[in-house]
Nanobody, 123 residues
Framework: QVQLEESGGGSVQAGGSLRLACRFDKRTACMGWFRQAPGQEREWVTTIHTEGRAKYSDAVKGRFTASKDSAKDSLYLQMDSLKPEGSGLYYC????????????????????WGQGTQVTVSS
């Protein structure tokens, strides 16, 4: 069992920045961030491998930066140049089944989830 707790959400105007954090109680090879807008499917944002390399969706590439601080058991998502369509609940996710080379870029690839933190971007 892996416990995940997100923080750092809030309201910001378009073009602004927010930094999300996720505390975890066990280390796993694969961690990621997803987001879900009202009435829409949960969308993959980024995958962070155990060694720290990250992969991003086309929607956020160049604007979001994921990082991990293993000493603090924390995952971060720096979000810059935010757009209104980026509003929604942001979820931290982890998976205990895969090795670092097998991390997935889809919801089914993660078996542990946080409760989510709300991000609202106004135009």
């Amino acid at each position: 069992q892996v416990q995940l707790e997100e923080s750092g959400g809030g309201s910001v105007q378009a073009g602004g920045s927010l930094r999300l954090a996720c505390r975890f109680d066990k280390r796993t090879a694969c961690m990621g961030w997803f987001r879900q807008a009202p009435g829409q499917e949960r969308e993959w944002v980024t995958t962070i491998h155990t060694e720290g390399r990250a992969k991003y969706s086309d929607a956020v590439k160049g604007r979001f930066t994921a990082s991990k601080d293993s000493a603090k058991d924390s995952l971060y998502l720096q979000m810059d140049s935010l757009k209104p369509e980026g509003s929604g609940l942001y979820y931290c996710a982890a998976d205990s089944r895969w090795t670092s080379f097998q991390c997935k870029d889809l919801q089914a690839g993660y078996n542990y989830w946080g409760q989510g933190t709300q991000v609202t971007v106004s135009s």
